[in-house]
């Protein structure tokens, strides 16, 4: 059903149905906190149907703890017993008075609170009134400044005599940037990686990313040897709230500081912009709570000076759609890190509704994200991860 405008402002949120779903893994992924897919067993996504008399979108979160706090039972129960109720009956078109009701509902500490559960509500809502409307989301905004995005190709796990093929697999599949995990082993080894990496990949872009794992020395032992191998950027070296550690890093490293897990809301880029201690803002659609507060963070970088590189969170096809349309809107054209079709096959989606070919992912121009989901898949594949388990 398409809606008039006028039509869209009466639509009032009666529905929210949360389902956590087990995908096929399609391969074995890690960070520096540890893994994030394993090969042989599901990957468990928790996916959001939001409702507005008979128009529905879909929305998704990836529980992670590997990389933050949120699991699959914090986020199923954030979302059915405290977002849903706190914007059921508000207009799906308001989406600033949904980030207020969220706020209220699960408040901020040092940063945003819960936002892989927000995100999964936000972007459901931002499908639904797209699908209301007939357009995609970029038509919502009134902006899309690239038809295609770049992917990156992700290297992590591997040793630095296994990197060769993984990095020859990705060319195949004709990406021309790679990413490189590192972290988990000691410095002399994450350089060893970093350095197979490079050889086998000629000269095609490389990013690193520590997910937190150093401390400032460590990272400034890491940034001189990435500067030998014309790395583009080092993305969060340190944790997250170590800002002055930050500032000094990027006062004397010779790669650029790139900010991801530091970023959960706009103002968390306003102080290290403010403190100079930032080169490169991650966007991240699940990271900042949904795609409302992400193109505020976007916007903001814009502002300030600041360069914008993309990743996600290992996202099915619901998740990559939401970051193509932002990081369409904002021009990123770096590549980026959305690297769910690596990992995880999304069996719920109808058809391949984002192509993705010769290492670009096109965006889509469906109706909202332009995912078409079967639901009958969705509930097939739901599963109990609040069920108790016995203790072992």
């Known amino acids: 059903m398409i809606a008039s405008a006028d039509m869209v402002t009466g639509l009032m949120i009666d529905r929210v149905e949360v389902f956590a779903v087990a995908l096929p893994t399609l391969r074995s992924f890690g960070v520096a906190g540890g893994a994030i897919a394993v090969a042989g067993r599901p990957s468990i996504r928790i996916l959001v149907k939001v409702s507005a008399d008979g128009v529905s979108g879909w929305g998704e979160a990836t529980p992670a703890p590997a990389w933050t706090y949120e699991t699959a039972e914090s986020i ?21 008075g949904v ?20 995100c999964a509500v936000d ?11 007939g357009v995609p989301v970029g038509v919502l905004w009134g902006r899309r400044r690239r038809s295609t995005i770049s992917l990156a190709w992700i290297v992590s796990g ?14 195949e599949r004709g ?11 000691t410095e002399r080894e994450d350089i060893a990686v970093v350095n197979a990496v490079r050889a086998a990949a000629g000269d095609a872009a490389l990013w690193v990313d520590a997910n937190q794992a150093y401390h400032v020395d460590g990272a400034l032992r890491m940034a001189a040897a990435l500067s030998e191998l014309d ?13 002055v550690g930050l500032r000094r890093l990027r006062d004397a490293s010779p790669v650029p500081v790139a900010l991801d897990e530091s970023l959960r809301h706009p103002s968390d880029l306003a102080t290290f912009v403010r403190l100079g201690a930032v080169d490169v803002a991650i966007a991240k659609v699940q990271r900042t709570g949904g795609l409302t507060l992400s193109r505020r963070l976007c916007s903001l970088a814009e502002d300030s000076g600041v360069r914008l590189m993309g990743s ?8 990559l759609a939401a ?8 021009g990123i054209d770096t590549a980026v890190d959305l690297n769910g079709r690596q990992f995880v096959d999304s069996v719920y989606a109808t058809r391949t509704t984002v192509t993705v070919r010769d290492g670009y992912a096109e965006v889509p121009t469906r109706p909202g994200l332009g995912v078409e989901v079967d639901e009958s898949v969705v509930r097939k594949l739901a599963v109990d991860v609040l069920e108790r388990r016995d203790a072992r």
């Open 76 to 96: 199923v129960t954030t979302i059915d017993r405290y977002l849903a109720p706190a914007v059921l009956g508000k207009p799906c078109w308001d989406l600033d």
């Open 123 to 133: 972007v459901a809502l931002h499908d639904l009134l797209g699908q209301a409307l």
């Open 158 to 171: 591997q040793g630095p005599a296994a990197v060769a093929e993984c990095v020859a697999e990705g060319r």
């Open 323 to 330: 970051s193509l349309h932002l990081f369409a809107a904002y």
């Open 312 to 319: 996600g969170l290992t996202d099915s096809d619901i998740g």
């Open 231 to 243: 790395v583009l950027a080092f993305e969060q070296p340190l944790p997250a709230n170590d800002i």
């Open 99 to 118: 980030t207020t009701a969220f706020d209220r509902a699960i408040n901020r500490g040092f940063s945003i609170g819960a936002p892989l559960a927000k």
């Open 175 to 185: 990406h021309r940037a790679f990413k490189v995990k590192i972290g988990a082993r």
